[in-house]
């Protein structure tokens, strides 16, 4: 089992920047792969970013690509997602989400993600 905890979220202002981090247990962080996904009120839960095992290989959605950056430390068991612009759009509930199955590439979908923290509010106002 994991144990998936995020922080950093908060209320901020179009443009200003925030970095969410997601700390594991339970499990050899190293051996997952792990994505950020959010959900905003009336909508379904949507892909943001994703990071391979070893943090040599990054994955995004669109909307993010130039102002969101992906990144993990496996000696600290935690990954983090830097938020750069942001942009009222980008309020939602941040989840992180761990992948423990082998893979060659990066998933996009939630339902290939095992493992879920509880979320984290992110709020950027006009």
């Known amino acids: 089992q994991v144990q998936l905890v995020e922080s950093g979220g908060g209320l901020v202002q179009a443009g200003d920047s925030l970095r969410l981090s997601c700390a594991a247990s339970?499990?050899?962080?190293?051996?997952?792969?792990m994505g950020w996904f959010r959900q905003a009120p009336g909508k379904e839960r949507e892909f943001v970013a994703a990071?391979?095992?070893?943090?040599?290989?990054?994955n995004y959605e669109d909307s993010v690509k130039a102002r969101f950056t992906v990144s993990r430390d496996n000696a600290k068991n935690t990954v983090y997602l830097q938020m750069n612009s942001l942009k009222p759009e980008d309020t939602a509930v941040y989840y992180c989400?761990?992948?423990?199955?082998?893979?060659?590439?990066?998933?996009?979908?939630?339902?290939?993600?095992?493992?879920w923290g509880q979320g984290t509010q992110v709020t950027v106002s006009s």
């Open positions: 989400a761990g992948d423990q199955t082998y893979r060659t590439s990066i998933p996009g979908r939630a339902m290939s993600y095992d493992y």
């Open positions: 339970g499990r050899a962080f190293s051996t997952l792969i």
């Open positions: 990071i391979s095992r070893g943090g040599l290989t990054t």
